[in-house]
C-alpha cells in the first residue's frame, strides 16, 4: 500500500528510514519510491542527503593482502609460532598503522577464550589494535598493565589508558601497574613491589595467557628520553653504545640480552621469567629500523609471534641471511 507523505528534506528521521529501505533492506530507489508516492529522483536526493548529513557512513574494507611466501620463511627461520605479513606498500602510512591495527585486533580475537588474561605495554602500533577491537559482550578478557608508567606524548599511547581500553573492548577487568616504570632508590622499590595494589598485579601477570608489545628501536631508548634521564646512572651512559632497543620496558644489548645496566635493575614490571613462559608472545613491529632489535627478540624467544609488513620482514631476512 502507498504512503503518501510530505517531503521535509532536512527530516533526519525521514532520511534515516529511506536510507534503512536502500542499503540495509535492499530495496531500489523505484521501489521505495512507489511505497511513498513520489518519484525517484526525490529519493536518490533523500539518500544522498543522508550521506552527507552524517546519517549513512559507508566504510570500505579492503582486504589486507598478506604474504604468505614471507610467513613461511619467517617462522622457519626463527622457529616463530605464527608470522602475519602484510603488503602495504600501497598505503599511507596511517592506512598502514590501521591496517596492522585491525589485523592484530582479529588476531586477539582467534587465540583469546572467555576468561584469558593478556598483558600489554605501550605505543601507537599497540593502541591501533585495542582501537580496531569490535567490543564483545560474552567474552571476558583480564588485561594487565606489564610496566608501571612514564609520560607520553600522546596519553593515549600509554599502558594505563591502552589496559583500560583493551578490558572495556573485551568486557573484562583491567589490572593496573600504579607506579612509576622506575624507582632508583632500592629499598623503595621493593616496598613498592609488596603493596597490595601491586602485588596483586603481578600475582595476575603470573598466569597470562599472552602479551601484546611493541618493540622498542635504539631511538626510542630512555636515554633519549628527557623525562626518565634522571633515572641513567653515570655507569649507563657508558654502556649506552651498546644498546640496540628495548622491549616489556627492558633494555637490551647488541646480542639482544637484557643489558648490564642499573637502569634494567630499577625497573617496575612483570618479571621477564613470567612473560617467556606465557603461551603466545605476540609482537607488533614494523619499519626496517628496528629489523636488528627485532631479530635479537625472535633470537632470543622474547617473542614467539610476530606481525609485521612486507618492507621490514624481507628485511629480516635479507639480514639474517648475511649473517649466516
Not at 90 to 107: F, N, P, V, W
Not at 143 to 170: P, Y
Request: proline share 3%; aromatic share 6%; hydrophobic share 35%.
Amino acid at each position: 500500500m502507498n504512503t503518501k507523505i510530505t517531503f521535509d528534506e532536512t527530516s533526519a528521521a525521514l532520511m534515516s528510514e529511506i536510507a534503512d529501505l536502500y542499503y540495509n533492506q535492499g530495496m531500489t530507489q523505484q521501489e521505495i519510491a512507489r511505497q511513498y508516492d513520489c518519484n525517484r529522483f526525490k529519493i536518490a536526493k533523500m539518500i544522498q542527503n543522508a550521506r552527507d548529513e552524517g546519517i549513512v557512513e559507508i566504510t570500505i574494507h579492503k582486504p589486507n593482502k598478506r604474504h604468505s611466501a614471507l610467513e613461511q620463511a619467517l617462522t622457519e627461520t626463527f622457529q616463530l609460532s605464527k608470522a602475519i605479513v602484510l603488503d602495504t606498500r600501497d598505503l599511507s602510512r596511517a592506512e598502514a598503522l590501521s591496517e596492522i591495527g585491525k589485523t592484530g585486533a582479529m588476531y586477539l580475537e582467534q587465540i583469546l577464550s572467555p576468561s584469558a588474561t593478556i598483558g600489554v605495554t605501550w605505543g601507537k602500533t599497540i593502541r591501533s589494535v585495542a582501537t580496531a577491537l569490535d567490543p564483545k559482550t560474552q567474552n571476558p578478557i583480564n588485561v594487565v598493565q606489564l610496566c608501571g608508567c612514564f609520560r607520553h606524548i600522546n596519553s593515549s599511547d600509554g599502558s594505563r589508558n591502552i589496559t583500560h581500553t583493551l578490558a572495556m573492548k573485551f568486557n573484562g577487568e583491567y589490572f593496573y601497574m600504579n607506579i612509576p616504570i622506575y624507582i632508583n632508590d632500592e629499598q623503595a622499590r621493593n616496598a613498592m613491589l609488596r603493596e597490595p595494589l601491586i602485588e596483586h598485579t603481578l600475582n595476575v601477570s603470573r598466569k597470562m595467557d599472552a602479551v601484546l608489545t611493541g618493540i622498542g628501536s635504539r631511538s626510542s631508548l630512555p636515554f633519549n628520553n628527557p623525562v626518565l634521564k634522571s633515572y641513567i646512572a653515570e655507569e649507563d651512559w657508558n654502556e649506552e653504545p651498546n644498546c640496540i632497543g628495548s622491549i616489556y620496558g627492558y633494555v637490551l644489548d647488541r646480542d639482544g640480552r637484557i643489558a648490564n645496566i642499573s637502569l634494567n635493575r630499577k625497573i617496575v614490571a612483570t618479571s621477564l621469567q613470567d612473560i617467556l613462559t606465557t603461551p603466545h608472545k605476540l609482537a607488533i613491529a614494523t619499519g626496517r629500523h628496528k629489523v636488528d632489535i627485532i631479530i635479537a627478540c625472535m633470537k632470543n624467544r622474547y617473542i614467539n609471534e610476530l606481525i609485521t609488513d612486507r618492507a621490514t620482514a624481507e628485511q629480516i631476512l635479507s639480514t639474517a641471511n648475511s649473517d649466516q
